[in-house]
């Protein structure tokens, strides 16, 4: 399947639900202090941390490939009261109706792009969409091999209606040379006698620090600084990166 697709029908319905953690708003609320307003938020989701950001008053829209996440946002924005603009387009195909003095994605959602050409594609619409002055901030990560003893392992939970969900990792193969990473994951919701199992593939794509400077600078993007989830300067061997981009 397309890997734009991956976040629809029912991997999009169990997300909510079998989600383990939001993200925390501050660190792109500070970023947005920082680099200024108006903010995008690339791969929005269902709306963690947007839909805080609007809460607080900030100028932010976000954009997302899937339909069905989006469907989501707009139905817990009409719940909260919150006023939000999102578009449906995929990174590496942007074309919005402004520019921004922030773009940013809230977790390393970069390495669902299943590949250079992708990557360099996305980097360089998020150019084409900074203001002057503006800065992207871009996580990135290394992502380590599923554990032998977690293969099979079933996380459950239960919907809204009483159906039960289940999460499971199938299998895995990696790819070093093509730095890629494809783990076949299993979606099931059971209610009475309606079964629905769907097994998608989730393909992680990663990248050395010099090979993303590069497809910054091929861009059109600077790399002027790269720190750990804590603000920190990042070692070249830390497991999360954040990448924050200048245009050249």
């Known amino acids: 399947m397309d890997p734009a697709d991956f976040y629809t029908g029912i991997v999009a319905e169990l997300y909510g639900p079998l989600k383990s953690f939001s993200q925390d708003p501050e ?3 500070a ?3 920082r680099a200024g307003e108006p903010a995008l938020e690339l791969g929005c989701g269902d709306g963690d941390p947007l839909l805080e950001l609007r809460r ?13 996440m989006l469907e989501r946002l707009g139905r817990r924005a009409d719940e909260q009261g919150i006023a939000v603009t999102v578009f449906q387009q995929r990174m590496e195909a942007l074309e919005l109706p402004r520019r921004y003095r922030a773009i940013f994605l809230a977790g390393p959602t ?10 360099l594609a996305a980097l360089g619409r998020v150019r084409a969409h900074l203001a002057e002055g503006g800065t992207a901030l871009v996580p990135l990560f290394t992502p380590t091999p599923t554990p032998a003893e977690q293969l099979g392992g079933v996380r459950t939970a239960v919907a809204p209606d009483g159906a039960e969900l289940r999460f499971s990792v199938v299998a895995e193969q990696r790819d070093e040379t093509a730095r890629t990473q494809t783990t076949l994951l299993r979606y099931e919701r059971h209610y009475g006698a309606d079964t629905s199992v769907v097994d998608r593939p989730w393909i992680l794509h990663w990248y050395t620090r010099d090979r993303f400077e590069k497809l910054a600078a091929t861009a059109g993007l600077t790399v002027t600084t790269v720190t ?21």
Not at 56 to 68: A, E, F
Not at 110 to 119: I, K, Q, R, W
Not at 228 to 248: I, K, R, V, Y
């Open 56 to 68: 607080r008053g900030l100028d932010v829209d976000g954009v997302d490939s899937s339909p069905d």
């Open 31 to 33: 970023f947005i202090h």
């Open 27 to 29: 660190p792109y609320a």
């Open 110 to 119: 970069f390495n669902l792009l299943p590949d250079d050409d992708a990557a």
């Open 228 to 248: 750990g989830p804590d603000g920190e300067p990042a070692p070249a061997d830390t497991g999360l990166s954040h990448f924050w981009l200048q245009a050249t």
